[in-house]
């Protein structure tokens, strides 16, 4: 298994324009979402999904929008960067909701000028 | 919304040292995990804890849900460079489906 991929490793963007993070698994896990990490604040929840077709906004969902059209792939999608969303951002998945653990992707850098 | 702090912030300790960390919260939670990213990595799972009072060890590392199911701690013992990274605690609310972070505690390990 590769377990959670994400593509691309490292991007640079100019301000306004837009961008897809790539994420998927092969773990047949219900449950995926979308982190961000910035220095001194941990992980922050983007957006989440308990399924195929299934949503939810997490911690700081502004500036970003997300699908799951399959249970494999959880893409997100920066609508008009902006030097804010200069981040590292990591995609997860798990079996449940019940406080499984997580398995983190290897994460995608990324720059906004 | 739900928040967990976690301490200290960073560590510089020399190689054999032992080492403690620990998270609090205002809320319950029903499950505790700790984490740990290497540079340029994402975070790996070290420790789960699903019940209060768990004490739970793999190898070096020891962590304990506490009693009160509104903190953990974890201890490194007899640390190695290689402990070196970011550790993170991470709670998990009963209905919600969803983890909070902590902040993260910084290790560094002199040789």
């Known amino acids: 298994n590769a377990g959670v991929t994400q593509t691309p490793k490292f991007q640079v963007l100019k301000t306004g324009q837009s961008m897809t993070l790539q994420c998927a698994q092969d773990m047949n896990h219900e449950y995926m979402s979308w982190y961000r990490q910035d220095p001194g604040m941990g992980l922050r929840l983007i957006h989440y999904?308990?399924?195929?077709?299934i949503t939810d906004q997490g911690e700081v969902p502004n500036g970003y929008n997300v699908s799951r059209s399959t249970t494999e792939d959880f893409p997100l999608r920066l609508l008009s960067a902006a030097p804010s969303q200069t981040s590292v951002y990591f995609c997860?998945?798990?079996w449940g909701l019940g406080g499984e653990t997580q398995y983190f992707g290897p994460g995608t850098r990324l720059l906004v000028l | 919304g739900q928040q967990l702090n976690q301490s200290p912030q960073s560590m510089f300790i020399q190689e054999g040292e032992d080492v403690s960390m620990n998270c609090t919260s205002s809320s319950i939670f029903n499950t505790w995990l700790w984490y740990k990213q290497d540079p340029g990595e994402g975070p790996v799972l070290l420790i789960a804890l699903y019940k209060a009072g768990e004490l739970t060890s793999n190898g070096r590392l020891t962590a304990q849900f506490g009693i009160t199911r509104k903190d953990s701690f974890l201890n490194i013992s007899a640390s190695i460079p290689s402990d070196v990274g970011i550790y993170f605690c991470?709670?998990?609310?009963?209905?919600?489906?969803?983890?909070?972070f902590g902040q993260g505690t910084i290790l560094t390990v002199h040789p």
């Open positions: 991470a709670g998990h609310l009963p209905g919600y489906g969803k983890l909070t």
């Open positions: 999904s308990v399924g195929a077709g």
């Open positions: 997860a998945s798990s």
